[in-house]
C-alpha cells in the first residue's frame, strides 16, 4: 500500500510563525519592557497593570505590524532555507543527523537575522514608545511608516542598527527552535508511546522553546538596546556588553520569565499551526 507523506512548502513557517505572533504579541511587547529598564524592578504583573492604566488594553498591541512584518521576513527567510536545505539533503526521507541539523538551521538563523532585522527595530522601538514621555515618542503610525522614517531620518545603514546581535540571536534561536524540534519529534516518534499527532507537536515544542530561550536571552537582551538606543549612544557591542555588565550577571538575563512566558505559547503556536498547514496543504509526496 502506497503511503501518502505531506512536505512543509517553504513558506509555511512565515505564516505559521506570524499566526502565533498574532496570539502572543502582549508578551512580546512586556519582554521589551522589561529588557529595557535601567533602575528597579517591575514584576510583570505591574508593568501589565501600569499600561492597561495609563495607556488601555490595545497598549498591549502596540508595534503587531512591526511584529508581523518582522516575522514574514525573520521567520519566512529561516524556516524557508531550514525545509528547502533539509529536503535537499534528504530528498528521499533519509535520516538527518543532529549535528548536520544544527548546520542548517545556523545557516537559515543568520539569513533570516539579517533580513529581518529593520522590521526587528522598528518592532522594538513601536513597543517600547508606549513607556517614554510623549515629547519623547517617535509615533510611527505602522511598520512601513517606521521603516521609512528611519530611513529617511537616520540614514539606510540605521535599519541595520543591531544586525550583529540580531543575527547571532537568530542563529541560536533557530538551532534551539527547529534543530531540537525535530531531533526531540523524531526521538518521540522512535518510541511506540508517540504517534505524529498534537501531543508529540505540543511537547517537542515545548521543549524547543526552553531551550532556545536559554540560548537566546544574553543576545537578546543586548540585542533590544542596541535597537532602542539612541544614535551614538553605543559605539561598540563591546561597549553596550560592558554597560549592561554594570548591572550584574543577571542584567544579561532581564526578561528571562516573560521571554520564556512569550517564547513556549509561540514555539507550541508556530509549529501546531506549521504541522497543520503540512498535513492539509503540504506537498504530496508518495512511498
Excluded at 513607556?131 to 535599519?159: I, Q, T
Excluded at 560592558?242 to 514555539?267: C, D, I, N, S
Aim: proline content about 4%.
Amino acid at each position: 500500500m502506497t503511503e501518502v507523506q505531506r512536505i512543509n512548502r517553504w513558506y509555511f513557517g512565515g505564516l505559521a510563525s506570524a499566526g502565533a505572533a498574532c496570539c502572543t504579541h502582549p508578551l512580546d511587547l512586556l519582554k521589551v519592557h522589561l529588557q529595557t529598564q535601567q533602575h528597579g524592578k517591575v514584576s510583570i504583573g505591574k508593568l501589565t497593570l501600569s499600561i492597561i492604566r495609563k495607556q488601555g488594553v490595545l497598549a498591549l498591541y502596540s508595534g503587531l505590524s512591526a511584529s508581523l512584518c518582522r516575522q514574514l521576513t525573520y521567520s519566512t527567510t529561516r524556516f524557508g532555507i531550514y525545509e528547502v536545505a533539509k529536503q535537499g539533503v534528504s530528498p528521499n526521507g533519509e535520516a538527518i543527523s543532529f549535528p548536520m541539523r544544527i548546520l542548517l538551521a545556523s545557516a537559515a538563523g543568520a539569513a533570516g537575522g539579517f533580513v529581518g532585522t529593520p522590521a526587528d527595530m522598528v518592532n522594538v522601538r513601536m513597543q517600547n514608545d508606549i513607556k517614554l514621555p510623549a515629547e519623547s515618542r517617535r509615533n510611527y503610525k505602522h511598520a512601513f511608516d517606521g521603516l521609512w522614517r528611519v530611513y529617511r531620518e537616520e540614514g539606510v545603514r540605521r535599519l541595520w542598527s543591531g544586525a550583529t546581535t540580531a543575527t547571532g540571536r537568530a542563529v541560536l534561536m533557530t538551532v534551539g527552535q527547529l534543530s531540537f524540534y525535530d531531533q526531540i519529534k523524531q526521538t518521540l516518534l522512535a518510541t511506540p508511546h508517540f504517534d505524529d499527532n498534537p501531543t508529540t507537536h505540543f511537547i517537542s515544542s515545548l521543549s524547543a522553546g526552553a531551550i532556545a530561550t536559554t540560548l537566546t536571552q544574553p543576545l537578546d537582551v543586548l540585542k533590544t538596546r542596541a535597537m532602542n538606543a539612541k544614535p551614538g549612544e553605543f559605539s561598540s557591542l563591546l561597549q553596550l556588553a560592558a554597560f549592561t555588565a554594570k548591572e550584574g550577571p543577571l542584567a544579561f538575563f532581564k526578561g528571562y520569565v516573560p521571554a520564556f512566558v512569550r517564547l513556549a505559547p509561540h514555539t507550541i503556536l508556530t509549529f501546531i499551526f506549521l504541522e497543520q498547514l503540512r498535513k492539509n496543504f503540504g506537498f504530496i509526496k508518495t512511498e
